[in-house]
């Protein structure tokens, strides 16, 4: 059996952990890792072909990335918006082959990944990093996708993609959480976590408001391995999270369900699924960061 290339992403944002997770995994065995030294620890009798680092979080790792993966066949990618003279240079000279810009585009580094790369010297590639960037922020680049206050508010059936998967997600001890919290900050609090999800999700995913401690995403094009994976990268980046509106940290509790194919009434089949991820936490118990599959 054919193994799959292997790609480490560096990163504790789960932002960019999903979107390789989600765009990357029938092609990479993905592994993913906090800092450079954890990620060379694990993985270094591996043979990585891909090396996705965040420049914004381990700059000062850049100058001795190369160090760790010495191997001409592994090829690293600085995820950064970053276009400084200085800090490219300083990352080329160092080994990096390429920078990938936020928002990440996949075909854009499908591009970067399989082509040849062109001979040049460290100047004329700052360059040229440096005019595309500008190219691609004068660009409209996708927006999040719309929130949806449910049952009142439902995305039109049309726009679901299938195969698909919905994430049943609830915060841990919520009633405790904001107890000593006035109203307001119990309704900034959602808005807060509603929004941080948000930002994780592609533009055709749907967000769904079902209470003030309980979400629903739709994962369209998604299979229940993936939305595993998506559920797992999104416990640990709430865990991580700093919400403003209340003094104590947060954690989620998840149910997934996959419909491999597109139902006769799509909106009734999410409402039966809702029903049976409430069921199944309650009968689970209260232990945070649960994570179940119906």
Known sequence: MKTLPIMLVISSNSTIQNFFTVNFHTHFSIFQFDS?????????????????????????????????????????????????????????????????????????????????????????KVEEIQRKSIEKGGKKQPSSPRLFTYPKEAPPEGSLRFPGCVLYIQVDNFEEITINEDPSSVEKFSDEISSFLSLQLRTFDKILLYSSEVFILFLGDTHEKEALLIAQNLQRGVAKQHFSAVKSGATVSMVVASIAEKPEKPLEEIKKILEKAKAALETKGSSPSSLLSL
């Open 36 to 124: 450079p030294k954890e990620a060379f620890d694990s993985a270094k009798l591996l043979d990585v072909k891909f090396v996705m680092i965040d420049g914004k979080e381990h700059e000062s790792s850049l100058s001795s990335i190369r160090k760790y993966f010495p191997s001409k066949n592994t090829r690293i990618f600085v995820i950064s918006n970053e276009i400084r003279k200085s800090f490219l240079e300083k990352a080329l000279q160092a080994g990096v082959d390429d920078f990938l810009q936020v928002p990440l585009l996949k075909e854009e580094i499908e591009e970067k990944m399989f082509l040849v790369p062109r001979k040049q010297t460290i100047q004329s």
